[in-house]
């Protein structure tokens, strides 16, 4: 019996999502688990598994937008015949469709049609990035297909537009909207004493980064602070079983923050490798539905970019995030006498409804003890 591909829930606050291509063609094999297309959500680009062995039957949607839950193909055995396809939820079209999307189709059993020309996927995700319309571009490979060298013409032939077309980062735009308005926001900050991470960094070795430490940390602290490990599901908060912590990462589609599961239980090293491995999967738009899932805490780090303060905002539908500037030398004042020493800023963004600024300034008193301790501590670990 034919079994329908439908729209996964990637996350708690996914409502909606966009079907970027199909990896698998109407009558190719299946198998349990396999890559079957690419789906863009509000935090990553995904692909997501077959569900089933078999054959695909039908694609019922190539390309667009689409809803949770919405069936978007069928996969059986094959000479199976799809009786009776489910309907697909009807989306509300936009009064104005934005350029080069099509809108939802009435009929749901017939493929959406797509305005645009067909084009490699470096060639749709190079235009993304400039604003173009592949509408307006001429298609110079096989077929004409465009090429990235295509839309990279068509750049240097046309004026750019003056803002990024807004649509593009849609779902990413409304979720920082919606976590702007909804959540009331405190800061509370602190200048940390970082010389014992300078020297745990120097003492771990290569390829333990500043973001490395700070996540072994999060991981050691969390658990006496629970109110910053609630998530809300609803009208409800519930406390984390198990520590995971999120991560910011930058990508050419916005930033996106994968989950290190569990973080509790591994050591630095493990912490460092399964960092290094989701922020390239980050990148290359190869993260899974499950490395998404499951973040209880969230640290951001734009050190690296000489930013010294800044004021994150809530990574939904968590209720704390914290975030860090650069480690610098600084002149200080010990004991009466002048002098330098490594300082750093250390932001915590809390939602007010589940705690307050005094836990919160609690939690970077303790973080601060451990950054002095944290030598001996990585030590412990290895």
């Known amino acids: 019996m034919p079994v329908p591909v439908i729209i996964p829930k990637a996350t708690i606050s996914m409502e909606e999502a966009s079907i970027l291509k199909w990896l698998k063609g109407e009558g190719d094999v299946v198998s349990t688990d396999e890559p079957l297309f ?11 598994p077959a569900a089933v062995s078999g054959v695909l039957l039908r694609i019922l949607i190539p390309q667009g937008p689409v809803k949770v839950e919405e069936v978007v193909g069928w996969i059986g055995q094959p000479g199976e015949v799809i009786e009776a396809p489910t309907k697909v939820p009807e989306i509300e079209a936009p009064t104005k ?21 067909a084009s490699t996927p470096a060639a749709r995700r190079r235009a993304r990035e400039l604003g173009i319309d592949l509408a307006k571009v001429v298609g110079t490979g096989p077929g004409g297909r465009v ?33 702007w308005r909804s959540v009331p926001h405190i800061h509370i900050a602190r200048l940390m004493d970082v010389r014992g991470l300078m020297e745990a960094r120097a003492f771990a070795g290569p390829g333990i980064s500043i973001t490395d430490l700070m996540l072994f940390l999060m991981a ?47 050591t630095l090293k493990e912490i460092s490798q399964t960092r290094r491995a989701l922020a390239e999967a980050a990148r290359a738009c190869r993260l899974r539905i499950q490395d998404l899932e499951g973040g209880v805490f969230t640290l951001t780090n734009l050190g690296a970019e000489g930013v010294d303060f800044f004021a994150p905002l809530m990574n939904l539908p968590q209720t ?8 610098a030398a600084h002149p200080v004042v010990v004991e009466g006498a002048l002098g330098v020493g490594w300082r750093m800023w250390a932001n915590l963004a809390v939602d007010h409804r589940v705690t307050d600024g005094a836990l919160a300034g609690r939690f970077l008193a303790q973080l601060q003890e451990h950054l002095h301790q944290l030598p001996q501590e990585v030590s412990e670990s290895e």
């Open 147 to 179: 090429t990235e060298q295509d839309v990279e013409q068509q750049r240097e032939t046309s004026p750019l537009p003056t803002v990024r077309p807004a649509h593009e980062r849609l779902p990413l735009i409304q979720r920082l909207t919606t976590a």
């Open 97 to 117: 469709v934005p350029e080069g999307r099509p809108p939802a189709q009435a009929v749901p059993d017939e493929p959406r049609q797509l305005t645009a020309p």
């Open 320 to 327: 704390a995030i914290l975030a860090i500037g650069r480690a």
């Open 220 to 266: 050691k602290i969390l658990p006496r602070f629970p109110h910053l490990t609630m998530t809300w599901r609803g009208d409800v908060v519930y406390p984390a079983e198990r520590i995971g912590l999120a991560f910011a990462v930058d990508t050419d589609r916005g930033v996106v923050a994968p989950v290190i599961h569990d973080a509790g239980r591994l």
């Open 38 to 48: 690419e789906m863009e959500t509000d935090k990553a680009i995904l692909e997501v």
